[in-house]
């Protein structure tokens, strides 16, 4: 499975971005996907996660009500849509691809697409 991040950028306080990651290979095998975000402070945390065949979802604390997880099977897409941004959301944000396990343990997946930099200016 290869997955490809995009959409990333440079935005202001209380804006919005939609981050997109493209799914390639085998990705029958995939039971959940989800967003992670990095940095040099706090390293690489959860997001949020989506559950490939019933779309369900889950959050962080931080993003929940401003985040937005969505698949498109079909298209072989997975989005993050990003809403109300705070100075806190800058970040590498990564997109991930697991067989198993708990969705907001960066060890449950299997698969990482690249970083893709969201700065958010005050």
């Known amino acids: 499975v290869q997955l490809q991040a995009s959409g990333g950028g440079l935005v202001q306080t209380g804006g919005s971005l939609r981050l997109s990651c493209a799914i390639s290979?085998?990705?029958?095998?995939?039971?959940?996907m989800a967003w992670f975000r990095q940095t040099p402070r706090k390293g690489r945390l959860f997001v949020a996660a989506?559950?490939?065949?019933?779309?369900?979802?889950d959050y962080a604390d931080s993003v929940k009500g401003r985040f937005t997880i969505s698949i498109d099977n079909a298209a072989n897409m997975l989005y993050l849509h990003l809403t109300s941004l705070k100075t806190e959301d800058t970040a590498a944000y990564y997109c991930?691809?697991?067989?198993?396990?708990?969705?907001?343990?960066?060890?449950?997946?299997?698969?990482w697409g690249q970083g893709t930099q969201v700065t958010v200016s005050s």
């Open positions: 991930a691809a697991s067989r198993a396990g708990a969705f907001y343990y960066t060890g449950s997946y299997d698969y």
């Open positions: 290979g085998r990705t029958d095998s995939v039971y959940q």
């Open positions: 989506i559950r490939r065949r019933s779309e369900s979802t």
